[in-house]
Every structure is written in structure tokens, then in C-alpha cells.
């Protein structure tokens, strides 16, 4: 049964206190279907994610499609080339449209036609064609476009806001743009997609994600050898994200002995002797190293099972390389090696929180991010 304190401020006031005074959240935090609900609704729900790629869509009717905080949504290239974000319910009887998650092979269609009564949309939206209603009385085609979700971009990457209200996504972002501008994403190419589905709660993965506390023992066989020293990297205005930079020789996206590609032109000062672990708030997870960059979207899917969509990217000119799929091979092993060990302790970890028995732990100074995560939760979900 659910605590019916769940809400009260004073329950977390723990998780308030500065980082090496404070304790993290409860454990039916993150197993409770009412927080998890509210999670939906004042977390996912009132800012932006991070659904893909531009050039995962690079022709006029390409598309895919995603299932983020209970919305189901079709991102699209339209015929006048904007990429869109509709929403893949039917405006007749709300059966789903089409279903090419990310990850699969793009679809591509020159219109969106319902599989139940053939109601046919435009790639914008409007429906075009609805046989069988011509005598339903004061029915007009134009009243009965698919619900769109706000879309924009920014350096090739496609994110969604389900707010109306939200601020625009350049103003959640803050002066990130600017500290990543030397990576140059706007020139990199998603070359490879891959979902997995994790038996655990969406904060233990991205918790887990953005703390280096865990490495020497998770990561003992693959990256804990290759020793960094971490810096905290807030946002100087209101960017709604929060980041790391890991000071350290050679590149963190390769096992060690593996060859890779050379340092990405332009990297300047700090970028070119280290790695960057990017945070957007509230799931939107970017690893920029001096070669290489991977990105991951952490999609809940229900209190304890979360959908991470894991995207591989290198810059353009690497792409055209005749050597790309062997180099580009050795840094696919390490993200599935690392993924994979993530995997399995954020599935090991919530059968812990599970227990009746589990009670919030304090924080290390690594696990900086964990506190200013469980923090700016609490802020949306407790309403204050």
C-alpha cells in the first residue's frame, strides 16, 4: 500500500540538505505507481525530451515512432521537409496509426492511413480522406487533424515538448549550445540505434548513468582502468541540465588496445583532454568525448521498467572513411560492454529497492548529480 505521506514535503527533507549532508529518496520513489504517475505528469510532461535524430528522417516521409510518458507519437518529415511530431492515435475511433520504433528501420509513407477504417492523413496532419462519413451531418475534414506535440530542433537533434506551456526549448537548454559548440553536432551522423528494455525504475538508470562512484566495481572489466578526475560543470544561467567533465589522457569511448579515429577538428582548450557527460533534464543523457559521441533517451514505460534508446554518432567526415565499419566496430564493443553492465546493475539495484527493508543511503561526493537529480524532481513533483 502506498504511503499516504508520499507527498508531504516533510518527508524529504533528506534529500533537501547539501550533498554530503543529505540522504537519497525513499524507495517507493521509485516503485510507487502514484509518485510514478505524478512523474508523468510534472516531470515528462512540462519540459523537453530528446526523441532522435533529423537524418534518422532524412527524406520527405520518413518517420518513427515513440511511446514517451504515456503519449505515443509519430516523429516525421513532412512533404515541405520540417520535421513533426504527431501524435499516433486516429482521430476516428483512436486506434494507433503506425508503429516503426527507433532503433528499427525507418518507415516511409506518403500518407498516414488508419489500419481500422482507412481515415487518411496528410504529413502534416490534416485528414485527407475519410470514406464512409459522407453523411454524418456538420462533419468537416478540416475540424479533424491528428494532435500535434511541439517540436523543434537544435544541432540535429529532434525534441518534443507535450506543454504548450513550456519555454522554448533554446530557453531549457540555456548556454549548452554555446559549451558544446566546439563538438560541432550539427555535423555528426547517427550511424547506429539500439533500444533495450530495463527492468527498473527510470531515475536508478539515469542515476546510475551520471555518477562515477560505481565504476571501479561495475566497470572493472572494461573502462574503471583509465583514470579521470571529475569536474562539475553547472549551467551559468537557467539551462535546465546538469554535467560532468572528466579530465584524463586518450579517449573513455574505446577499450583500451582498440584503434579509433582521430580527435574531432576544432575541439580547443579543456575538450581535447577530456570527456563530457551531459545531463538535460529530466532524461536526455549526452557522453561527448574527443573522437566520438553516444547519447542515450531514458523512456518510462511504467514504475519499474524503462526503455533506453541508445544512439552511436561520429562526425560526417568519419562516416565516408573506407575503414568507418571497422573502426567504427571497436567503439560500438565498448558502448555494448558498458551498456550492458548498467543494464544489469540498475536491474540488480531495483530488486534491492523492492525490499521492505530498503532504506535511503547518504551521498559520496561522486554522486553529485544523483542529489541535484532527486532535488529537481522533487521541486516539480511536490509542487514547490
Known sequence: ????????????????RPLLDASGLPADCYRD????QRELAQVFGRGWLMLGREDMVPERGDFFTVDHAGAALIVLRDHDGRVRALHNVCRHRGARLVDVPAGAATGRTASIVCPYHAWSFALDG???ACVGMEDTRAFDKADWPLAAARCETWAGFVWVSLDDAAPPLLDWLGELPERLAPYR????????VVTHD???NWKTWVENFMEGYHIPTVHRSTISKLKAVNHPEEPRGNGQYTAIFEQHDGTLALLPGDAGFPPIEGLDGESVRGSRFML????????LTVDAMWCFQCLPLAPERTRIVHTSLFPRSRTARPDFEALAANYYKRQDRVVKEDNDIAAWQQ??????MARPGRFATKERI???????????????
Open 1 to 16: 500500500m502506498s504511503d499516504p505521506s508520499l507527498f508531504d514535503p516533510a518527508r524529504y527533507a533528506p534529500v533537501r
Open 33 to 36: 505507481e502514484r509518485f510514478f
Open 126 to 128: 490534416s485528414l485527407r
Open 185 to 192: 553536432l550539427q555535423d555528426m551522423v547517427a550511424t547506429r
Open 198 to 200: 530495463v527492468e527498473c
Open 280 to 287: 538535460v533534464y529530466p532524461t536526455t543523457m549526452f557522453a
Open 351 to 356: 530488486r534491492g529497492l523492492r525490499s521492505p
Open 370 to 384: 544523483v542529489h541535484a537529480l532527486d532535488n529537481w524532481i522533487l521541486d516539480r513533483v511536490l509542487g514547490e
